[in-house]
């Protein structure tokens, strides 16, 4: 009697090994079937750069894939607030991040770029990409992208890195290759990368200098990178590569510079003035004097636009958050919001301009199973990258959002 259960035990862990191999076999099988998608941003590389002649590997991927004209920015065109839109389909006004900077002016609570503040979850509202992905058990890994890397693991991607600016960028391709090397029931099929190159080198020397050509050329480098370790893994003919950038970039001179300070002279102490640079908020200390404020800026107004807030253009889709501020200056591109200091020439290229100037687009460019070949579009709105990305996973998203996949459908393959 004891060898017969012994067998019979021994039959039934047998049975047990097999069917879970062969469920194991089933659940790979299916995982192998799910998209890829690497998406790369070029930190402010701008819609012209690719005609400079210093990125030939990315006009080849511009040649066999998707090119689109330009790659149209939320407004303000700052780089976190257009990252977050591109991860979630929302306007900055409904996802939260309305600036790089700024502070709640009720509880004075502050957003920045700085930890521990860029990690608080409380600012980042919507749902990004990864977050829908894992809700469709579908793993996801960021090498860096804004809202990666908040303080609620269920938020975050799979697997990702804390933001190091200074990271050397082959460790950052080799980590997105390493990750693609896992088994495949543990390999992220969904991954972003980030290179902060082109915007930091435009912002100290200049659109039109040679160590921009040179970060372009750096950035074109990298994708080569990538590009060889998807061959060397005999994967690249099912990755799906979408290259993009979160705004462009234009000069800023000494002579272009709005004192508001000078404007407002003794008012200034009636105010709270938050300068961006290419935005400017007014804080009223008196909300009764709004109107006072808001008459001398306007008739003083030469190179800007001024609007208190509850009259800001609806085109924006800006002024309904409750954090921006009363009044609201927005610069002619090119001209730029100033405390008074004295220029140091040491930061003379900006963005955040009006959504609408051509020079504050970025770029869009795919390549992959998922994409027509040789085709070369117009100008695509970046709300539209997170449905697009839900469509070619074919996942839903999990509320309402602003982007639109009608308005960029047709680059995919039918």
């Not at 099929?189 to 200098?209: V, W």
């Not at 992959?368 to 085709?375: D, I, L, M, R, V």
Request: hydrophobic share 35%.
């Amino acid at each position: 009697m004891l060898k017969i259960k012994f067998v019979s035990m021994k039959i039934f862990q047998v049975f047990i090994k097999f069917a879970l191999i062969f469920l194991l076999s089933l659940f790979t099988s299916f995982s192998s079937d799910r998209p890829i998608v690497i998406l790369v941003s070029l930190d402010g590389f701008r819609w012209d750069y690719l005609e400079r002649g210093v990125s030939p590997y990315l006009t080849e991927i511009a040649l066999k894939g998707v090119k689109a004209k330009s790659l149209k920015p939320q407004f303000p065109s700052m780089t976190f607030p257009n990252h977050y839109s591109i991860i979630t389909g929302l306007y900055p006004e409904h996802h939260g991040i309305i600036a790089n900077n700024f502070h709640n002016p009720f509880n004075k609570d502050s957003f920045s770029l700085k930890k521990p503040n860029v990690e608080n979850a409380y600012w980042y509202r919507g749902e990004a990409f990864w977050e829908t992905a894992k809700r469709n058990n579908i793993k996801t890994a960021s090498y860096f992208w804004p809202g990666s890397e908040m303080n609620l693991e269920y938020r975050r991607p799979d697997y990702y890195h804390s933001y190091e600016h200074t990271l050397d960028y082959e460790t950052r391709v080799k980590g997105v290759l390493d990750w693609l090397k896992l088994p495949d029931s543990l390999n992220p099929r969904f991954i972003s990368l980030y290179f902060d190159e082109t915007d930091s080198k435009a912002h100290r020397f200049g659109t039109n200098s040679k160590e921009l050509n040179q970060g372009i050329s750096r950035v074109d480098s990298m994708i080569r990178m990538l590009d060889s370790g998807l061959i060397s893994l005999k994967i690249q003919d099912k990755v799906n590569l979408i290259v993009i950038s979160d705004h462009g970039m234009t000069d800023i001179f000494e002579h272009t510079a709005i004192n508001i300070k000078k404007i407002l002279d003794s008012d200034t102490n009636n105010v709270s003035i938050v300068n961006h640079s290419s935005l400017g908020w007014i804080f009223l200390k008196d909300k009764s004097k709004v109107n006072e404020i808001y008459s001398k800026l306007n008739m003083n107004k030469s190179r800007y636009r001024v609007f208190k807030k509850q009259d800001f253009p609806k085109r924006f889709n800006y002024g309904n958050h409750p954090f921006i501020g009363d009044i609201v200056i927005v610069p002619e591109i090119g001209w730029h919001i100033t405390d008074g200091r004295k220029w140091d020439g040491k930061y003379v290229a900006t963005h955040g301009f009006d959504n609408e100037e051509i020079d504050m687009h970025g770029i869009f460019l795919a390549r992959g199973p998922s994409f027509k070949t040789n085709y070369n579009v117009g100008t695509l709105n970046n709300l539209d990258i997170y449905p697009l990305l839900c469509k070619i996973f074919g996942i839903s998203h999990g509320s309402k959002i602003d982007g639109d996949l009608d308005r960029i459908i047709h680059i995919l393959k039918e």
